[in-house]
């Protein structure tokens, strides 16, 4: 019953008006202007169809259901994930002819601050629910169109790519004898996106002057911060759907001068790692390519965090690559501290709840931790993750029966044939180290 009542919701948010399954009318060949392609085989999207495709019902209701998924919390407006489907069956015909006519105007983005990992705190921008819903259409319809003729290195942010792809080129390259990495930093990227050419490039792929002044209007929203709206003329704030692919286009452009110098690299977003064969090709590579960013792309490399290093020194995706013949696939030391830090957190003694409890939200972490991290190659490390989360366990046990809590009792015999392995088993604790 309750995939029925969300179908008919579905339905009634994206009720139209009369023009059938597909809002794409036939393109019109008068007026039409040809635009010089970026790359060969590649030509502008005609201005008559990209925004009835954006339009499209098909479309609409697979960014419905993404948004809906990925729910989120409400922007400047305060309208909730759930509350869209009403409001898009009430006022869907006036937002459509907006969009069609190229008077729709979004609102600004909340700025919210998260901590990073590693220290500091990584601006996000939140985009109101109505505008994370067009913005996701729209992705999806320039995404077909955009990436394909993207670079083979790239793997952030695209249809059937992965950062494990990514970490598994890295390695060949390693491999295959390039075992100095040049690792590019680029400081504060999405904040500081040069909008005129970031216009430029998205210009020279779609000649739809509708879509053009949408994400032109997007770019330039502004942010709301402490209830003050300020306007913004960098930047393509984290946050929106919209975002990721525009970050593809302006970085597309590195790829391309990478490819052209026949470099061998790998990129995930706004991390680029380049393998050379010594650390003499790689300083020359770096001084070169951060001088193309910095001319061209008008970006900043952040030259404290960038360096020519050995693979097993420097940190991508929250992997390395070991040195040696084999070139493994490790946990890079923040990642796994980062782990650890969690597991404390999740299993402090002075918590006051039950074991079944404690077990139960570990498990969910570390679940999500194995699906990504359980991609490297040292077993080992995993191995004694195990027995480190077990030991911590049977502390936390100790405790909890009133008797002083000792680390070093913890991994006695006496607790150990207690409680088993088996016995954490029982409650539904994931053992990292095996399948």
Known sequence: ????????????????????????????REGTESLTAKRAGESPVRAERVMEEVCDRENLKRALRRV?????????DGMKVEELPGYLKQ????????????????????????AKPDGGVRKLGIPTVLDRFVQQAVMQVLQGKWDRTFSEHSHGFRPGRSAHQGVAKAQQYVREGRRWVVDL??????????????????????????????????LKAGVMENGLVSPVDEGTPQGGPLSPLLSNLVLDELDQELERRGH???????????????????????????????????LKVNESKSAVARPAERKFLGFSISNGRESKRCIAPKALARCKRKIRELTRRTRGISMKRMV?????????????????????????LDQ?????????????????ASWRLANSPVLSAAFPIAYFDSLGLPRLSSG
């Not at 040069?194 to 002044?213: E, F, P």
């Not at 939200?361 to 570390?366: C, P, V």
């Not at 480190?388 to 002083?404: A, E, G, T, Y």
């Open 360 to 384: 139960k939200e570990l498990a969910s972490y570390l679940r999500g931790w194995k699906s990504y991290f359980g991609f490297c190659e040292t077993p080992s490390v995993l191995h004694g």
């Open 264 to 298: 061998r690299f790998v990129r995930y977003a706004d991390d680029c790692n380049i393998y050379v064969r010594s650390v003499g090709a790689g300083r020359r590579v770096m001084g070169s390519i951060t001088r193309f960013i910095t001319n061209r792309l008008k």
């Open 1 to 28: 019953m309750g995939d029925k009542r969300q179908k008919n919701q579905l339905q009634m948010a994206l009720a139209f008006t009369g023009e059938g399954r597909s809002e794409t009318p036939k393109a019109r």
């Open 91 to 114: 006022h869907w015909p006036e937002i459509r002819e907006q969009l069609l006519s190229g008077s729709y105007k979004p609102q600004a983005v909340k700025r919210v601050e998260i």
């Open 388 to 404: 480190w989360i077990r030991r911590r366990l049977r502390s936390v046990i100790w405790k909890q029966r009133k008797r002083r």
């Open 68 to 76: 809906k998924s990925n729910k989120g919390s409400p922007g400047v």
């Open 185 to 218: 930093d680029l400081e504060k990227f999405f904040d500081r996106v040069n909008h005129d050419r970031l216009m430029k490039s998205v210009g020279l792929r779609i000649a739809d002057q509708r879509m053009l002044k949408l994400i032109g209007a997007f």
